[in-house]
């Protein structure tokens, strides 16, 4: 199965080129004191909290409220997407089809909310760890596409309307097996977290996915300097441990 990452002494896979190239950013954080100068050697981590891409769910407002605290784990977005192409793959549909259709779809040059549910992936017919084995190849073949900005779930819990037995929650609201990869997908996987210190001058650069940071610097025996940052596709600016608001260069 390939998560989009790349196993001790293989090759990257096609997917696996895709997500290092269109799903990262290369950053800067620049560490500098109150009068603008760099500060080197300074210790610096930083940790993602959460990503730019739109990992999203549908579902009603009264199962939102029941399965909430369950989804938080795993969603980052709920109700649907706005200002982009919907395409909808609600039937079993083989990966290989999925992945033609993202691409011919993708030739238009317009942002795309890919929307699945069980039947996709086929989680009523196959077994759980099938299920959930075919899910992350499906979501990870998704993710690895540069025109999707979104990917919504749609149906949650088994016999939730006419989801049937095709949910990532069974009817007591336990986790599913495809609820836990997509878990470690998103949350380990696709993931990005870094430590070190700053160069002579003042910078610690590091490679990450899109999305919300937070970051910490450490200033000798005084308590960590913690703030948080964007790190999108060509924002600018660097981190200073004495303003509020932190930021990175990409």
Known sequence: MDL???????????????????????????????AGRPCPGR?????????????GCVLPDAELVRCRDRLNEVFNHFGPGEDALRVEFMDRVHLGTLR??????????????????????????????DGARRLADLYTLCFANPWLRGLFWHGVRDGEGDVGEGGVLRRDLSPKPALRVLQKLIGVVWHSRAAGT???????????????YRVGVMAGEQAA?????????????????????????A
């Open 4 to 34: 989009g990452r790349l196993a001790g002494g293989a090759s990257l896979t096609r997917t696996q080129r895709q997500i290092e190239e269109h799903r990262k950013e290369d950053a800067v954080i620049e560490v500098r004191d109150e």
């Open 43 to 55: 210790a610096v981590w930083v940790e993602q909290e959460a990503h730019e891409f739109l990992f």
């Open 100 to 129: 033609r259709e993202l691409d011919r779809q993708s030739a238009a040059g317009r942002p795309l909310e890919v929307h699945v549910c069980g039947r996709t992936a086929g989680l009523a017919e196959l077994s759980e760890q």
């Open 198 to 212: 700053t160069d002579a001058a003042g910078r610690f650069l590091f490679r990450g996915f899109r999305g919300t």
């Open 225 to 249: 300097k913690v703030g948080l940052f964007s790190l999108s596709r060509g924002l600018p600016g660097g981190y200073y441990p004495n303003q509020e608001e932190p930021h990175t260069q």
